[in-house]
């Protein structure tokens, strides 16, 4: 079976604080991604990679950078956390389809509150 | 701008009964895929069933039908017998030849008994 971790669970910061969120899999997927998740907004894609080193921007990268050292590890940064930032965050990996969409195998998620 | 919609927020369905989530989509792309992922209540997403757009075949898997409207650009899913370990969040999601997926905002499903 894939499994997608995320290194938390649960975490709590402070405003202004730099924030790391690392994500792994164990399946030698190509691709990883890194969403979040509000209420009545689904999940909106703040970064993915196709590639080690590679990064491409999602739909609302602001305030978020993200890296790809290894294949089976993806760390998203928050440079200044604020208290807008405060959701959850979904990690996911597949494999990278030249011509078919693969679908994601997802982490348990990490609910960050910065207060 | 592709865009998928879902628009029951909330649903409930009593055990054993049948209940349809509804989706529809926005595209101008003629080969793409469609998916609908679960998330139980602090447990992980999964996928529940896929459909090929160049497919014209309804997706099925055991309990769970998908009910595919290219022209109409809908893609509804089908839950028969109804379980309790059916509650959770479903997305309806859409994906294009460049593995980017689009995922709707979702629908709460309750299972009551």
């Known amino acids: 079976d894939v499994k997608v971790t995320q290194s938390s669970r649960y975490l709590v910061k402070r405003t202004g604080e730099k924030v790391f969120l690392e994500c792994v899999q164990d399946m030698d997927h190509e691709n990883m991604f890194w969403y979040r998740q509000d209420p009545g907004l689904g999940l909106r894609l703040i970064y993915f990679?196709?590639?080690?080193?590679?990064?491409e921007k999602g739909d609302i990268p602001e305030g978020y950078s993200v890296s790809r050292e290894k294949k089976e590890r993806f760390s998203l940064i928050l440079e200044s956390a604020s208290t807008n930032q405060t959701s959850m965050y979904l990690c996911?990996?597949?494999?990278?389809?030249?011509?078919?969409?693969?679908?994601?195998?997802f982490g348990p998620g990490t609910r960050l509150t910065v207060t | 701008a592709q865009t998928v919609t879902q628009s029951q927020p909330e649903m409930s369905v009593q055990e054993a009964e049948t209940v349809t989530l509804s989706c529809t989509y926005d595209t101008s792309e003629n080969n793409y895929y469609l998916f609908w992922y679960k998330q139980p209540p602090s447990r992980q997403m999964i996928l529940v069933i896929r459909?090929?757009?160049?497919?014209?075949q309804n997706a099925t898997e055991n309990r769970f039908s998908v009910n595919f409207q290219k022209a109409a650009k809908s893609f509804s899913l089908k839950i028969s017998d109804s379980q309790l370990g059916d509650t959770a969040m479903y997305f309806c999601a859409f994906g294009t030849s460049y593995d980017k997926v689009i995922f709707g905002p979702g629908t709460s499903l309750s299972v009551i008994p």
């Open positions: 990679s196709y590639d080690v080193k590679m990064k």
């Open positions: 996911a990996s597949s494999p990278r389809g030249s011509r078919r969409v693969y679908e994601q195998y």
């Open positions: 459909q090929e757009a160049y497919k014209q």
